[in-house]
């Protein structure tokens, strides 16, 4: 308890720390505060015509189907197709009826639907009386708002990782690791103390990010809560095995970036194309996975998934740390 | 000169040691890998496709585009499996859509897509003006987005890590007794620095964008690259002069990566865009870098500031390495 006291006092005095884990927490309040971000989904369209070339009943027939963008040259309307970035359909009147004009490097939905348009314009009388049912979207990830939250959420539960591993590798280099070895600390005490702190600003700065983004029932507190423990304590760990092998500043460094790129990026590319069969069981092996799975499901209302998430990390803490404790015991026996 | 390139050979030693040049190969090949192996098949996106239950045989006209099911149960299966799809029921004898919500003009042109496949007609293809095929422009968008990462991590984190090591060791105020130009010190790191990002955008462009089409890119990429890697280094070095430990540089720095590069990266690849992005110092480096991967002119103004900021970062490095030598005696 007194060698926990001594590790809170020297972040105390780290103010830059102190600082780092309040970020996410910063980011939250910004997003709560800017209101919603307006991310409109690809597979909108976006037209570009030229001034005083369309008929006004030409327009706003387009208009039905996105937006509509007026350039004065055809100079001005060729960047505006060409730019990397945005997609722009040009639409020029051709006799009766309509061509489209575009850049050739768009994915297949926008050459697929550009050779369309002139069909649709054609045919404009004779669809019109046809009867559309709209159904309700099941489960939709409600925005990219939830997930720009989630990650922040995920960013601050994994502050603990960069955290702990960064105080092990400075303390290997300072010189610290040896005065460890012979101080009258227990091996089991050293682990104690060094996952304790990442994990418990990790959990600080990820419940506070959380109560300011969500608003949630008793219940759901719960899983958060239980996700975020879970998440935290994992994260910590990770700090531990990256502080552990990493023998240098730069090959830590390294480590960390790999590691923080697979926490990142794994969860979010599941979140966003639907992986399944195999594929989807290896993304579980990330532990930052089940954690945005489980933040997600837990926000849109979803008890049975957020279940199963704390479960799967649940099994992921104690894996990693008979994992770890298995290799330090390997270690000390060897020395 | 002599001295110079004793500075040179030291610093490059202490990068290798430092696995500095492992490090830059590993992430190499792993970029690679993603680019070639990953990235190029997630980026593929279809038209909406379209389900036709049609049990009478109503329809005489349909297109190959269309999918047939045989039950309205199936139809609605199909529809829930691909939420972006469209459904058509012509079991009452007309044709009824049904399909799930998006936004109301996505809605009514699925709809309208769908009828248009029952009525045959011959597609017109679109007029095409630009000079990359979608694959090309994936390759180009995702290279230069890796460069980017790449140059603001390892130029900036690897300076300071050099630096860190020598103020450890107490090269600062070794330095400061030796019979050598003090700007040579701060000159021989950009200038290693600069040589292996250089490398680094080499093997990088002609790897992943193919080689015919990397080396018409290379010089214009090659110059973005210095512009970046320079300011990258630089700002590096006037970090590590001024934080007290390369931990706190690094937690800084990781903060910098996720939440700094983050906008700048939506608003230069999607349609997302904010009204603030132009503040952002970073958004033009980017914008620079991406145009010359699109071949698009660069404005005079943005070298003109760049050349400012740099020579200005320079400036600012010196006195900080002065202040610095002074402070160790």
Redesign the interface.
Known sequence: MKGLKYQLKSIYR?K??L??FL?PIL?AVTLNFTGS??????????FGILENDLSPQVLSWLK???SVEHFETMEEL?AA??E????V??VKADGQSI???????????F??????F???Y??RE??RR?????????D?LAGFQDMFIAITLI?AMFMGC??NA??M??EK?DGVAFVNEILPMTPSQYIVQKIAVGFLCGCLSSVITACICYRLSWQSAGGMLALIVLSSFVAALFGLFIGRFSN????G??Y??IV?LLF?AVPI?CAL?DVSGPPALLCYLVPSRPALEGIMALSSGNAGTALKDVGILTIHCAAWFVLYIWISARKRRQV | MKGFYSLLKKDIRLMAA???FV?SL?FLILYTLYVNFGYVR???????SVYLYDPAGTQKTVSPLIHSVSSRKELDAA??RD??SVGMDASTG??????????E?????R???A??LL?S?A????????????E??AR??ITCELLFFELT?VGF??IA?VL??EK?MGVIRVHAILPVQKKLFLLSKLVVFLLSDLCFAVLLTLLNTGFSDGVVLLPAVLLQTAVLSLIMALAGLLCALL??????F???Y??IA??AATPVFL??????KFDWINLHPFYHIYMGL?NAY?E?TVSPAYYISSACAIALLFFVVQLAFHREMEKEG
């Open positions: 780290d830059f720390c600082m780092t970020l980011v971000i307006d991310l409109s989904p690809q597979g909108e369209f976006h039905q189907y996105g060729t197709i060409n990397p970035s945005t997609v359909i040009g061509r489209t004009i575009i850049s050739g490097d768009e994915l297949d939905i050459r697929q639907a550009a050779s369309n002139p069909i649709l054609e045919q004779a669809v046809t009867e559309i049912q709209v159904m309700k979207q099941p939709v960013v960069t955290f960064m105080n590798i400075s280099e240098g500043l730069m090959a460094v390294g960390i970036k923080m990142i590319a194309i | 430092g696995k500095f490090m590993i997630f980026m593929n996106m279809q038209i909406y529809l829930l939420t972006s007309e044709v009824k859509i049904v399909l799930y919500d998006a936004t003009q996505t809605n009514l042109h709809a309208d897509y009828l248009s009525r007609s597609s017109r293809s679109p007029e095409i003006i630009g000079t990359n095929t979608p090309q422009k180009k968008e991590a984190l690897g890590a860190f090591k450890g934080l007290k430990g390369f931990r706190q690094t937690l800084a990781l903060v996720v939440f608003s230069a690849n999607t349609p997302v991406k699109f698009t």
